[in-house]
């Protein structure tokens, strides 16, 4: 050792598995913060080179408000005539399926195709470089981009089956394409065909989606002068035309990954708050464990600050090997997180690792195994010099009612944070920032206040062991309450990611609750078909031609075949200057539609409310009524692509959908503002319930031949779609937090493993009067099933509580909401904590039966 | 060397113990011979590193020997798994330590009741003889107290009653007296040989010290791993003079 700073690397160095087990919150911390990271670099990355593929050479880009609905076809004409416009080009967009030659659509991403009707004489703005083939010239041709047609083995010339709106259409591939950026759009591919025969196959006449514009002139100056007379041309009467840049279609998409953005991170950031917690934790123990040998270091001279530097430089030492371990699992984790949103079917393409997100991960790192060695270290350095003499074995820590105090209050405001967050329809920062602190407030007070509860915790738990005297549940009983506040703090480390689990399965559960009841109250209908996966607000989605709709109503059984279009605004319309809402607009024909459907209006009769949307006026969900300030009979703007409309709300829907962000009206209204022409869904009702099997399997047969990109639900099935749609985000969200478990589980074995040492003789001794290695064994199982229990019964009763406070918050601002309790979840914890204490007293079980009982009967 | 004599009783021959291999083997026993009559009380004495706590640790089935055999009441140590040597010590065999090694966590009682609870025999006859064991080592009145709450005279006499629970063919003690100030151990000591006299205990006792030696009924002397002699008990003086002889 050539100086005192290098003890640190000898203490790091004498006991490398417990090294291990301190650092690895840190690695899988770290990793956390940077995988996900390098997922939301990752998603931009992957929209910012789709923009750069499909908008090219285009300055700017022409269209509906919000990407919605589309413009009339005399807007290509007036957008052309603009001075200072010298490039357009026009399309319509569509997303289509693969068919195989079996009829069966191909459901993966790999099988989506994202088309756009093109003039072949216009001129190509995009990226794409012409590899093989030509591109499309008249008629059923179509251009594809090569490495989608390598995935599904399409070359040159094949004939391809798709399903489109109006049934499978065979199409000739005319020639294969490649963007230059390589854009990886999560498999789905990218194809062109001429605009003729997309307007049949999409079933959208006289309209464009988008127009593409290149300025003449260079220089933000011109391109902004071009923009303002684009607006001023196709604006006008109040249109809501949008006109915007490619770049700030790029800065649209990465504020609408903000909040995913934020809930990653956060989830991540618990990760790495459950692993400063394991730093603190252990070397609050390796301080008590080594009170004899710092005393020797203070006798010999050392001074307090250079105890408490040692102590740091171990953590440091400990948070660095971590940090690069983290950096290292954080790119697995984050191919695994790409891996899971390819299979909730969001467009990814390859990782893309930023500088940033290292330095971002590195820095978090260190912060938090520094502040995880403040108090050890501050510890050590008041450890007296006679405790060389005295030791420090017999320390056994026992927590003051001042910190229960402090706990109960930082519960207290950490749940008034979340609440706070949670009531905010329109969460700003400072509510953002006070419930994410708030809820880190809540796990800090818990952690003062846990040790409290361990003693009594442990002796219910231990009931009925001690019921049955066995030694093994009594001695590890004993052994869990010994040292409360060390129990205390490993089984907080575990509640910390339980409760948010269970939290936000209550959240999960509540709206899934509120969603089905609703359906079960307001569905009067039998069958509902729709396209595989829609789910409206998530990119562009399939449609149905209405050729299908009259093909069902011609089938005897169906009395009534209802169609629904839905479609997503980014904003709401804003009276009064209401705060910016995303929704769901829902055109439908009010006659078959009350057939069909029996949503509880509010404000007015359902016939007088549906004769009056017949009319032109709408029906607003309730949320978006009561953040509006709008109620029954109060104007309303409607503006889209297509026109606009000033209209008055017919009443209110009770509603939970889109979280009761709707407006509803006819499709002729949505077809005027919004350009709308396609069918999202069809409601069937059979004439008789006798008629309900017929109806269902001529249905079926009609969907699965020839519209084989559709899907004929019931309403059972209907529902339990919302449910796996609903559980596999939140799924998408628990395998994040399970990280934060597993976090808490080498927190675990850290405590059992010195629980072991600290208990040699007794162990010693146990097997000297006769116990079996396996009844040694079971007393260190018992134990980590104690330490495991209740860490999941706080996390179930403080996530249930916390879920109840959040959910009550967020209920207050989507009317109808009803708390449903998460008892899938807490099963579920449950039984993981049961397997994570029997994983985690693997080890150190092991280790205390191997003990060599002669040694450890003479040891002091 | 019938198997008679050996049925009651303890019968050891040609133990040895080798620790490591090789060059580096230390051969801490190296061929003892011993008996042990039934109801005899015997100290073994020698300076460290004569292989006194390693006999000990063989005695008490701690340890496995590496060469020759051990019998206790009849029954072989030799081939015996851990398990089952597990079982002799819970069934056998008492242990006596120097550092009492109770269990912080638990009451005298339930100390002295905790062979019986790993053998999972922990009923009501088995807590009345705790109860009445604790009594006749003095400490009736202290059944609740834990070992914190105890003299390390009292905590010493709740192992002797642990020692006694299962009614072992054999207590082994280890230093009892090590860690007691004169009055306590002159209290231990008494007890011991009352437990001898009285009840017919067979136990085996190392000590280094020579007072607490003569209270045995005879004294084996180790050095070096084998046995140098043995002269009666009952003087200290007669100790001391034969260990005296032996350094000489």
């Known amino acids: ?860 | 060397m019938s198997a008679g004599a050996g049925a009651a009783g303890i019968e050891v021959r040609g133990l040895g113990k080798t620790y490591g291999e090789g060059e580096t083997a230390v051969a801490a026993l190296g061929g003892v011979d011993l008996d042990v009559a039934d109801g005899e009380m015997v100290a073994i004495m020698g300076p460290s590193g004569s292989g006194k706590s390693t006999l000990l640790h063989l005695l008490g089935a701690l340890e496995t020997p590496s060469a020759g055999s051990i019998s206790i009441a009849g029954k072989r140590f030799e081939g015996l798994t851990d398990n089952e040597l597990t079982l002799m010590r819970r069934e056998r065999i008492g242990f006596v330590f120097q550092f009492f090694n109770l269990l912080a966590t638990l009451s005298a009682e339930e100390n002295v009741l905790l062979p019986a609870l790993i053998a999972g025999r922990g009923g009501e006859k088995a807590r009345a003889r705790a109860r009445e064991l604790l009594q006749s080592v003095g400490l009736g009145g202290r059944l609740d107290h834990l070992p914190s709450e105890l003299s390390g005279g009292e905590q010493q006499r709740v192992s002797i009653a642990r020692a006694l629970l299962m009614r072992p063919a054999l207590i082994l003690a280890d230093e009892p007296t090590g860690n007691l100030d004169s009055t306590a151990s002159a209290e231990i000591l008494g007890l011991l040989s009352e437990l001898n006299a009285t009840e017919r205990h067979t136990i085996v006792m190392v000590t280094h010290d020579p007072g607490a030696a003569s209270i045995a009924g005879r004294v084996v002397f180790l050095r070096d791993g084998v046995v140098a002699g043995e002269v009666g008990g009952g003087s200290t003086q007669r100790v001391i003079d034969y260990l005296a002889s032996l350094e000489g």
Request: charged share 20%; hydrophobic share 45%; proline share 4%.
């Open chain 1, 1 to 860: 050792m050539r100086s005192f700073n290098s003890l640190a690397l000898r203490q790091v160095r004498a006991r490398p598995l417990r090294a291990l087990l301190t650092g690895a919150g840190i690695v899988l911390g770290v990793a956390m913060v940077f995988g996900v990271l390098v997922l939301s670099a990752t998603i931009r990355g992957t929209f910012s080179d789709l923009f750069d593929s499909i908008y090219g050479r285009t300055d700017l880009v022409v269209s509906g408000e919000q990407g919605t609905g589309s413009l009339p076809a005399s807007s290509l004409r007036r957008v052309r005539r603009v001075r200072g416009v010298a490039e357009v080009s026009a399309n319509i967009t569509n997303v289509w399926t693969l068919v195989d030659r079996g009829g069966r659509a191909k459901r993966s991403a790999s099988g989506q195709l994202n088309v756009a009707g093109i003039d072949p004489r216009a001129p190509d703005l995009t990226d794409a470089d012409q590899v093989a083939g030509h591109r499309p010239r008249h008629g059923r041709e179509i251009d594809l981009q090569r490495s989608w047609a390598e995935t599904n083995e399409i070359r040159v010339g094949d004939r391809i089956r798709l399903a489109t709106p109006s049934g499978v259409a065979r199409l000739r591939v005319s020639g294969l394409f490649q963007f230059s950026t390589g854009l990886d759009f999560g498999g789905q591919g990218f194809g062109t065909l001429p605009i003729s025969v997309a307007r049949r196959l999409m079933d959208k006449p006289r309209v464009y989606d988008e127009i593409d514009v290149v300025v003449a002139g260079r220089g933000a100056g011109a391109t902004r002068k071009v923009r303002k007379r684009i607006e001023r041309v196709l604006g006008r009467g109040g249109k809501g035309v949008q006109v915007t840049t490619p770049s700030s279609r790029s800065a649209d998409v990465d504020r609408q990954l903000q909040s995913f953005d934020v809930i990653l991170l956060f989830f991540a950031g618990m990760a790495l708050f459950v692993g400063g917690f394991l730093i603190f934790n252990a070397f609050n123990m390796t301080v008590l464990q080594r009170m004899r040998e710092i005393g020797m270091l203070r006798t010999l001279g050392a001074k307090r600050s250079m105890i408490s530097r040692t102590v740091l430089q171990e953590a440091l030492l400990l948070g660095l090997v971590g940090i690069a371990l983290g950096l290292g699992v954080g790119i697995f984790l984050a191919k695994g997180l790409v891996a899971l949103l390819k299979a909730l079917n969001f467009p990814v393409g390859g990782l893309v690792v930023p500088l940033a997100a290292a330095v971002v991960a590195v820095a978090t790192g260190v912060l938090t195994t520094l502040l995880g060695a403040l108090n050890p270290a501050r510890r050590a350095a008041r450890v007296a010099p006679i405790q060389a003499v005295l030791g420090g074995a017999e320390v056994r820590e026992h927590p003051t009612l001042r910190r229960a105090a402090l706990g109960v209050a930082l519960v207290g405001l950490g749940g008034a944070g979340a609440y706070w967050l949670a009531a905010a329809a329109h969460p700003h920062t400072p509510q953002v920032a006070a419930g994410l602190v708030g809820i880190v407030g809540v796990f800090l007070g818990l952690s003062l206040i846990v040790p409290f509860l361990v003693v009594p915790l442990v002796r219910a738990l231990s009931w009925p062991a001690r019921r049955a005297s066995s030694v093994t549940g009594r001695l590890a009983a004993d052994a869990a309450s010994s040292n409360p506040k060390r129990t205390g703090a490993t089984a907080t480390a575990l509640t910390v990611g339980l409760a948010l689990v269970v939290a936000f399965g209550t959240i999960g559960s509540s709206f899934l609750g509120s969603i089905s009841s609703e359906l079960d109250r307001d569905f009067a209908r039998d069958l509902t078909v729709q396209p595989r996966g829609f789910a409206p607000g998530q990119g562009p989605q399939q449609s149905i031609a209405k050729g299908l709709r009259a093909r069902l109503a011609r089938i005897p059984e169906a009395a009534v075949v209802a169609r629904e279009r839905i479609h997503f605004l980014a904003e709401l319309p804003r009276p009064h200057g209401a705060t910016k809402t995303q929704g769901l607009i829902f055109g439908f024909d009010p006659g078959p539609y009350s057939q069909v459907d029996q949503t509880e209006l509010k404000g007015a009769s359902r016939k007088a409310a549906y004769r009056r949307v017949a009319r032109g006026q709408v029906t607003v969900g309730e949320t978006y009524a009561k953040d509006a300030g709008l109620k029954v009979g109060d104007r309303l703007v409607l503006r889209g692509g297509s026109g606009s409309q000033r209209t008055r709300v017919a009443a209110l829907v009770k509603t939970v959908v889109f979280g009761g962000n709707t407006i509803g009206m006819s499709v002729q209204t949505m077809r005027r503002v919004y350009g709308v022409t396609a069918d999202s869904q069809l409601a069937l009702k059979a004439r008789s319930k006798a008629d309900r099997p017929l109806l269902d399997r001529k249905v079926h047969r009609i969907v699965e031949h020839d519209y084989p990109q559709l899907v004929a639900l019931s309403n059972d099935e209907f529902k339990s779609k919302i449910e796996d749609q609903i559980n596999q985000q939140f799924g998408f969200f628990n395998a994040i937090l399970g990280v934060a478990v597993i976090v808490s589980l080498f927190g675990i074995v850290n405590t059992l493993t010195m629980s072991v040492i600290e208990r040699r003789r007794e162990i010693g001794v146990l097997r000297a009067v006769g116990a079996t290695r396996w009844q040694v064994r079971r007393t260190i199982v018992n134990e980590s099933l104690l330490i495991a229990l209740i860490g999941a019964l706080i996390g179930v009763v403080v996530g249930a509580g916390l879920g109840w406070v959040v959910f009550h918050g967020v209920a207050g601002a989507v009317p109808g909401a009803a708390y449903t309790p998460p008892v899938g979840t807490i099963i579920s914890v449950a039984i993981a904590a049961v397997i994570l204490g029997l994983l985690a007293a693997v080890l150190p079980a092991r280790r205390a039966a191997r003990l060599d009982v002669i040694e450890a009967l003479s040891y002091e």
